[in-house]
């Protein structure tokens, strides 16, 4: 490819990149640009740089997506070839045999780009509801408030970060490798979500602590020289967990992303935020920060108003600017700060 073709090309390879790591749906991938590129002389070699950055990438050959996606994003590519070029391409059909031979499992994998140039990989769950939770999938304001984090790494740097309903770990994960806190607690009450977390803490080369005495061991990671922040996974309930449970994490700053699905997980959310309220640490309550995605104005609205019942001022924080990760579709999300 001459170039200035592969500089034309390169936005494209980079989309299409990002969203196969990241196992986007493929109705969102740019697949209008690429038409209109194959009908260039370079369109072939241009369909084995996408083969390269996308199911022959280092990440996906390590950890691969589902099967069933890669053979639908192979079978794509091949008729979006087809469509133009009266040439089979042979490396496509190898790939796709590849895949038609492999095993489905039950568990498959995401991968995101961070501008570092490092990158965060999630085993997920191939269902969006398994186990009764919703918790082992990635949702769009997970990824919405890590990039707010990345952009705004100050507020991480050196403090203790509770996460509350951490998920499949994607935002915790992003701070912990972009942002130098100095510890941070990933946590959730389903155990299915907690043992996945494991997983990918560890899948992402991090270390656990065992429980919260070790997590507060160790001063010298107040430090600038830190490598890595003390990380530990926490069942946190909640609607039983006390004050003195949450205190002993010795919160800076508490986050949470995408918890607000229903009324009931409004209510357990407000409750919890109230007795973290209760948590001084050196005479001051811990920031908070809430993300979410705008799907039901209704409980949107419901959280708000329980939060003005509990005492809690809040405001919404300006929409940021970052584009690192590829989202599902569009979708309209929000972070507020709250003052405990």
Known sequence: MAPEDSAEAAP????????????????????QSLEEKLRDSSGSELLLDILQKTVKHPLCMKHPPSVKYAWSFLSELIRKHEAIHTEPLDELYEALAEVLTAEEPTQCHRSYLLPSGDSITLC?????????????????AALYLAEWAMENPAGFAHRTVLELGS??????????????????????????????????????????EPNVAALAQHPE?????????????????WDVVTVPQLAAFQPDIVIAADVLYCPETVLSLVGVLQKLSACQKDQRV????????IRNPETCQLFTTELGRAGIPWEEVPRHDQKLFPYEEHSEMAILKLML
Not at 185 to 203: A, Y
């Open 124 to 140: 997920e769950s191939t269902a969006i509801i398994s186990h009764g939770t919703t918790g082992l999938v990635t949702w769009n």
């Open 167 to 208: 998920g499949a770990g994607l935002t915790g994960l992003a701070i912990c490798k972009m942002c130098r806190p100095r510890a941070y607690v990933f946590s959730d009450c389903h155990s299915h979500v907690l043992e996945q977390l494991q997983g990918n803490v560890l899948l992402n080369g991090l270390s656990l």
């Open 286 to 293: 811990p920031d908070a920060y809430v993300a979410f995605t």
């Open 12 to 31: 494209l390879l980079r989309s299409f990149e990002r969203r196969f790591l990241a196992a986007r749906a493929l109705s969102s991938f740019p697949w």
């Open 221 to 237: 990671h107040d430090t600038a020289d830190a490598e890595s922040p003390r990380v530990m996974v926490a069942r946190v309930d």
